[in-house]
């Protein structure tokens, strides 16, 4: 298969704050997007996956716990039930993990990759993950939910990640010198 082009965006990426938009009409090129960020998420190892980690400002995810594909657009939580705590990590984030307190049972409505409505229910490992994708929806991060010790056990860690994602950003003549 050919690569994606689509690139996971890391800690100090600004669209990662943002809150992402409603799609208003579910067309041929979300259900691309969709494609395309399953095959991200399956090379990346990663469980979910949400449109801002690569770069797109819509309301997309795509899950798989390995229980099935998910490809979701406008996904929302309507109903919770019960708390679990849950170590997560993030492919935003890599190398840290957050204990993350979250509903036990959630019930989501969104629209399938056609547009057509769902409601679906979760519980365990995968409501944590359809809750995690959404708060990136809304421009929230497992560093968020970071306790006092968290904040000084990772921080210098999330230091590194910030610098490493302004260097992306400068041209990439200034990352790689020419080579005379
Ligand atoms: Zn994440």
Redesign the pocket.
């Known amino acids: 298969m050919e690569k994606t082009g689509l690139k996971i965006r890391v800690y100090g990426d600004r669209i990662l704050k943002k809150r992402a938009l409603s799609v208003k009409e579910v067309t041929e090129r979300h259900a691309q997007t969709l494609s395309q960020m399953a095959q991200a998420m399956y090379e990346t190892g990663g469980i979910?996956l949400?449109a801002p980690?690569v770069g797109i400002g819509e309301r997309l995810v795509v899950i798989d716990i390995g229980q099935g594909l998910y490809k979701l657009v406008n996904p929302c939580v309507t109903k919770k039930e019960g708390q679990q705590s849950m170590e997560e990590g993030?492919?935003?984030?890599p190398e840290v993990s957050i204990k993350v307190k979250r509903a036990k049972k959630i019930v989501v409505r969104a629209m399938d990759e056609t547009g057509k409505p769902l409601t679906l229910q979760a519980e365990g490992l995968l409501a944590c993950v359809f809750q995690?994708?959404i708060d990136?929806l809304n421009g929230k991060?497992?560093v968020d939910y970071a306790s006092f010790l968290d904040r000084i056990r990772i921080a210098q860690k999330l230091a590194e990640l910030k610098e490493r994602s302004d260097d992306e950003s400068l041209p990439e003549s200034r990352i790689k010198p020419r080579k005379l």
């Open positions: 979910g949400a980690q993030c492919l935003s984030v995690h994708e990136h991060l497992i």
